[in-house]
């Protein structure tokens, strides 16, 4: 009976020291809940105000890229009006779009409490690091740079470079598209581009037309020249203001080399190139001049010799 009761004793102690033990995780866990709940609420009011700044910085964000886009179709017309050039004008544009780009987020990032002289700098040395990986794209985009300020040649112009002609039909910023006469498409990189020998055909407004012909050395020049001088003053294309000129150019081998030249607007080179020399072939039919060719005249003597019988 009395093992009975210190068992009972010891039993009760234990249970006694189990619920303290429970009581003060409870009251452990009761006391972290508050602390979390007084901690929350004192965030609370820093919690709504980053919520209103992320809020107000998307705003800003968004009214921002519609100011942007204003701006930038307000200095689309402005050039437009002073008559720049499109290539130019794409140019700028494109600069302008991206700096008020870049300019917008450092002032928002600014608004936000983040350092700005930090991200300016992160700006600059991914810059730099693009640039160096990209090296090849950055004389393309000298050279572009150089084009669009030089302007050597204008979206339209039929130019001679590189070893291909064209029209051309789009100045980028690191390529220069030319249309050819068959409609092919050439893309030059502006970096050769702008070290090449460049040839402006249509830069002038007015464009000399050179011909030659040849005629039979006993053939009479000035009445040649009359006939040539009547040819040019024929054709509407030909330009009055402007001198025809038709001389001797130089003595060939088998013929007399004329030289033709008359001027006409850049529209209308060739359709009086080849109307001319439609012409001259014609006139010449009619009036019995010749036009020599190489030809070669073999002449063959056969000898027929008989031999007699010497006895």
């Known amino acids: 009976m009395v093992l009975s009761m210190l068992l009972t004793e010891d039993t009760t102690e234990m249970a006694d020291e189990t619920m303290r033990q429970i ?32 809020a107000l910085a998307l705003l800003f964000f968004f009214v921002g890229k519609k100011l942007i886009k204003f701006l930038v179709k307000l200095l689309r017309r402005s050039f437009t009006r002073t008559n720049m050039d499109e290539g130019v004008q794409r140019f700028l544009l494109s600069i302008i779009n991206i700096a008020l780009h870049i300019i917008l987020v450092i ?3 600014g608004f936000l409490g983040l350092e700005t002289t930090s991200l300016a700098a992160l700006i600059g040395s991914a810059g730099l690091a693009i640039g160096l ?13 150089l084009i669009l300020i030089l302007k050597p040649f204008i979206i339209g112009d039929y130019i001679v470079a590189e070893g291909t002609e064209g029209i051309v039909n789009h100045i980028d910023i690191f390529y220069t598209r030319l249309l050819t006469a068959d409609n092919k498409l050439v893309v030059i990189p502006n970096g050769k581009l ?47 203001d402007k001198p025809v000129e038709i001389y001797i150019d130089s003595f060939a081998s088998s013929s007399v080399t004329i030289g033709f030249r008359v001027w006409t607007e850049k529209d209308n080179y060739w359709t009086v190139k080849w109307n001319m020399q439609e012409t001259i072939k014609k006139e010449f039919d009619k009036n019995n001049i010749a036009i020599p060719f ?3 005249d073999v002449n063959v003597h056969s000898d027929i010799v008989n031999i007699n019988n010497l006895n």
């Open 23 to 54: 009581s003060k995780e409870v009251d452990k866990v009761s006391d972290s809940a508050a602390n979390m709940i007084d901690w929350v609420k004192d965030q609370i009011p820093h919690i709504v105000t980053y919520v209103i700044m992320i």
């Open 107 to 109: 002032i928002i990032a």
């Open 133 to 145: 990986s990209l090296q090849g794209s950055l004389s393309n985009f000298a050279g572009g740079v």
């Open 194 to 240: 702008s070290n090449a020998v460049i040839t402006n055909v249509t830069n002038e407004p007015v464009r000399r037309v050179d011909l030659t012909v040849g005629i039979e050395y006993a053939q009479d020049f000035d009445r040649v020249k009359r006939i040539m001088s009547e040819i040019a003053q024929k054709d509407e294309m030909v330009l009055r």
């Open 294 to 296: 190489d030809q070669l």
